[in-house]
């Protein structure tokens, strides 16, 4: 938005300037007598008319309209512009005002007849009969209409054709509106109409069903084009790249949107070119170098490839390049000597190889710099820190070595955001603990995965701190109070060291602390912050005993909680339910024992409980019911003694249920409603007491035929039903699950033959049949090629390869397959379903990608259900990959 407001401003003081060669649009002092009785006096009252059918929508936004009174001649009223010799209303700017009005047929406004310049954009304008009078402004050639919101389009721009002396047109609406259409028909009669355009922003309107070829006809007087986010697909002609006149185009946000920059006889008078998140393709031209204007060019998350010409070197103006997320290669050139007015230099997530040109080292005006995720090398040269009007660095991802210096960084006194992390043989050094270093401006510093040995306690002085990312490091034994004494930092990340003790949390305004996978112990530390302000609280995977801490409770906006592989004892605190944030609650693989309390309040918050491996007894709290969002439900590993908890089908959002190893007992009804776990995918009843005939998911004790249906798992990548007391044939219509990846049907009392569908199975790269009554010649050709004798051991009937033992006699074919291709009647599953199990259970997922069944503990299961959680974190994580401050002061913010 901040670039679209720009825009508009950007054009309305280019035609102002117009303006003011032709004629003075605003009194000088010497003449402000002879404008007392200036205004024509229908003209102010139309005006007044106006003023008296509008509203104010934000009464604490002091807008131009409280000027307008009958003692000042209407010619001195803000946003109106004069002709001083007759004194008819010319410029009407009421812009961003945050008024409200009916703009219609009767509307006082079509009263100026003489108006040259229109601007009403942003603001609440309506028009609920439909039509307008336009064709009254006969001298219009500014019209600025943007951010207004009209519900239909079509007849304004019916009335827009009836303007052919408009030089600027700007009709931009907000972005995601997405009701504003204007079709190829109507876009080639406002090129053909309009051939005066020197500005034409369309900035948001849905262009999805007009040519690109259609701009072509454009006029070559043409300086601004704004087409942002506009739908627009296709090939872009690059012929419009070189229209004479033309100083800006902005095309980004068109992602379907294909072509090329031109290869040659680009010399236009580029000023500013963006083409981020388009498709554009191909390498970055030599003729780029002949844009010697141009002062901005974003080419971000485009497909450029190849490497950067040389001819870059000729862009003297530039001010802002911005090269993120393409696949340019090679090293990047040295040519950044003569590039004295670069304020922002991006490279970001390419594929740059060797060392960082010494040429940006004399970028002395850069403010802004990241080569992040590329494949750089070498160490950071020590003359990188005299650009100290930098506010923003970002190296990370690269192979950099060296060592940074609380010295070095202390010169870079403007310095807001730091990132390096992931150089694996980049350190950090304190660089004499005994000096106050001083960083006034510094809210980011980010060294995760580096080879940092110390905590930075030269930071101690950053009081704008808000997040310390020293993860994934190699800092050891205890985190002293006077190290972190005077920080304010509110996200702190120590997450995969060796730390066995923090003296103090003394920050007074965490909002999220990760301490997973050190070495602490004792018992859960005490957090001497805000209890409305703490977030994220992350210390799983450390040796930590006792109890969690009844101030834990106090914690009212908690989001997530997660104190996962410890040695945490005692009963889940019933305070907990004081947490109305929570969304996440992970307290797997502790020691906790008693009954699972009621936590779980109506409208709660929670989507992921886990409280694997534990020692928890009794039985489901019925509460959990409240929890409306719940998406994971993980109870497994403990001692829980219930029947199946048919109760949780009405949360529509649980996509994940274990309830694996436990007492759960009785059967599973197959007479749940069909609404019921509507959105499962994934469900582990394994090593329970459950019996009964294996209904629409999993058992323990399921004995029976294969159930047909099976074979409408379209999806299906896995399917376990081991070590059942299964009987019957294999069903033929397994041979329609051609995703299947893995069959195990051992340890049952399958009986009869393999059915020859299965060859069909053309991604099955593992078989088990083994320990069953099967009979008969094993299925020949693709796949089954590959098994060996492992997948039918203990099946004493069988004959063929690989087996030893031959068939005397050609056996009869499979029997036909018993169900009908398009019959569907019966179906009972949901057909995005995939099923995987383990002993004596059974699991259902959805598409769960490639998993090899693995005997004993299923971490393939507790690995997806991991990610399935992350997934869930990524709502509350902020993400630090790729964070770009604005840039207030160029064209492009």
């Known amino acids: 938005m901040g670039r679209l407001i720009w825009f508009s401003q950007i054009l309305c003081l280019s035609f102002m300037l117009l303006q003011f060669r032709v004629q003075s649009s605003s009194p000088s002092q010497s003449s402000l007598d002879s404008l007392l009785h200036l205004c024509r006096p229908e003209e102010r009252s139309a005006l007044l008319d106006f003023k008296s059918t509008t509203n104010v929508v934000l009464n604490d936004v002091s807008h131009g309209l409280e000027t307008w009174n009958k003692s000042i001649d209407c010619c001195l009223w803000e946003g109106i512009t004069c002709d001083m010799t007759k004194g008819h209303v010319i410029g009407l700017d009421l812009s961003r005002q945050r008024i409200e009005a009916d703009l219609t047929t009767n509307s006082s406004l079509f009263r100026l007849e003489k108006l040259q310049s229109l601007n009403l954009a942003d603001n609440y304008f309506s028009y609920p009969n439909l039509s307008f009078g336009f064709q009254r402004w006969k001298s219009l050639t500014y019209l600025n209409l943007a951010y207004l919101g009209f519900p239909d389009n079509s007849l304004l721009f019916n009335e827009v054709f009836l303007l052919p002396k408009l030089v600027s047109l700007d009709l931009s609406i907000s972005p995601g509106s997405g009701f504003f259409h204007l079709d190829n028909i109507r876009f080639q009669m406002l090129v053909h109409n309009l051939t005066e355009l020197r500005f034409l922003i369309l900035n948001s309107v849905n262009m999805s069903l007009v040519v690109p070829s259609s701009l072509l006809n454009l006029t070559s007087s043409l300086e601004y084009l704004g087409l942002r986010d506009c739908l627009l697909q296709g090939n872009f002609p690059s012929q419009v790249f070189q229209l004479p006149s033309l100083q800006l185009i902005d095309l980004s946000s068109n992602n379907d949107l294909r072509g090329n920059l031109p290869q040659s006889n680009w010399s236009s008078p580029f000023k500013y070119l963006y083409l981020s998140d388009t498709s554009f393709l191909g390498e970055l031209p030599h003729s780029i170098g002949n844009l010697k204007f141009l002062e901005e060019l974003d080419l971000n998350n485009c497909q450029f490839s190849g490497s950067i010409p040389k001819s870059l070197a000729n862009l003297t103006k530039i001010t802002y390049l911005d090269f993120d997320s393409n696949l340019l290669q090679g090293s990047i050139p040295d040519v950044f000597g003569k590039l004295h007015n670069l304020t922002y230099l991006s490279f970001f997530s390419n594929c740059f190889s060797g060392e960082i040109p010494t040429s940006i080292f ?104 808000q997040e310390l990312d020293i993860s994934k490091n190699k800092i050891s034994g205890q985190i002293h109070k006077w190290e972190i004494e005077g920080m304010s930092v509110k996200y702190l990340n120590l997450a995969y060291n060796f730390l066995t003790d923090i003296d103090s949390f003394g920050f007074g305004n965490l909002v999220a602390v990760d301490l997973r996978s050190n070495l602490l112990q004792a018992s859960l530390p005490i957090l001497s912050t805000t209890w409305d302000s703490m977030n994220q609280l992350y210390i799983s995977g450390n040796n930590l005993i006792g109890e969690i801490p009844s101030s834990y409770c106090n914690f009212t906006s908690l989001g997530v909680l997660v104190l996962a592989n410890n040695s945490l004892r005692g009963k889940i605190p019933e305070c907990l339910r004081n947490l109305r944030s929570l969304s996440i609650l992970d307290l797997r693989m502790n020691k906790f024992h008693g009954k699972i309390p009621n936590l779980f309040v109506t409208n709660s918050n929670l989507d992921t409980l886990h409280l694997d491996g534990n020692q928890l007894e009794g039985i489901l709290p019925r509460s959990l019911v409240n929890c409306s969002n719940l998406e994971i439900l993980d109870v497994g590993n403990n001692n829980l003694n219930d029947t199946f908890p048919h109760w949780l089908g009405v949360l529509t959002e649980l996509k994940v249920l274990i309830l694996r190893a436990n007492q759960f007992h009785g059967a599973i009804s197959n007479s749940m409603p069909a609404f019921y776990f509507s959105q499962l995918r994934i469900i582990d009843v394994a090593q329970n007491d459950f019996t009964g005939l294996l209904p629409n998911f999993s058992s323990n004790q399921f004995h029976g035929p294969i159930p047909e249906e099976l074979g409408e798992l379209n999806s299906l990548l896995i399917l376990n039903l081991s070590h059942n007391s299964l009987n019957g044939q294999i069903p033929s219509s397994l041979g329609k699950l051609a995703e299947l990846e893995s069959l195990d049907l051992s340890s049952n009392k399958l009986e009869g033959m393999i059915p020859e569908q299965l060859t069909n199975l053309t991604f099955l790269s593992i078989l088990n049949l083994s320990h069953n009554e099967l009979v008969g010649h094993i299925p020949e050709g693709k796949q089954f090629n590959t098994f060996s004798n492992d997948s039918y051991i203990g099946n004493f009937g069988l004959c063929g390869f690989p087996l030893t033992k031959k068939c005397h006699e050609e056996e009869p074919g499979a029997p036909a397959s018993q169900f009908d291709e398009e019959d569907d009647s019966t179906i009972v599953f949901e057909r995005k379903f995939a099923l995987a199990g383990y002993g004596c259970g059974l699991v259902l997922g959805l598409s769960l990608g490639y998993i090899a069944f693995i005997t004993g503990k299923p971490w393939w299961l507790v690995k997806k259900v991991e990610k399935y959680q992350q997934k869930l974190l990524g709502r509350c994580n902020r993400s630090n990959k790729k964070r770009k401050p604005k840039t207030p002061t160029n064209a492009r913010r």
């Open 362 to 465: 004399n970028l002395t005006s850069l403010s802004f710099l990241s080569l992040s995720s590329n494949k750089l090398s070498g160490s950071i040269p020590s003359f990188f820190f005299d650009l100290v009007n930098l506010t923003s660095v970002g190296l990370s991802s690269n192979n950099l070595t060296g060592t940074i210096t609380a010295t070095m960084l202390s010169k870079l006194v403007y310095l807001e955001y730091l990132d390096l992390s992931n150089n694996s043989l980049l350190s950090l050094s304190n660089n004499g603990t005994s000096i106050n270093y001083s960083f006034p401006n510094l809210q980011y510093f980010l060294f995760s995965s580096c080879n940092i040995h110390k905590f930075p306690s030269f930071l101690r002085k950053a009081e704008r701190l």
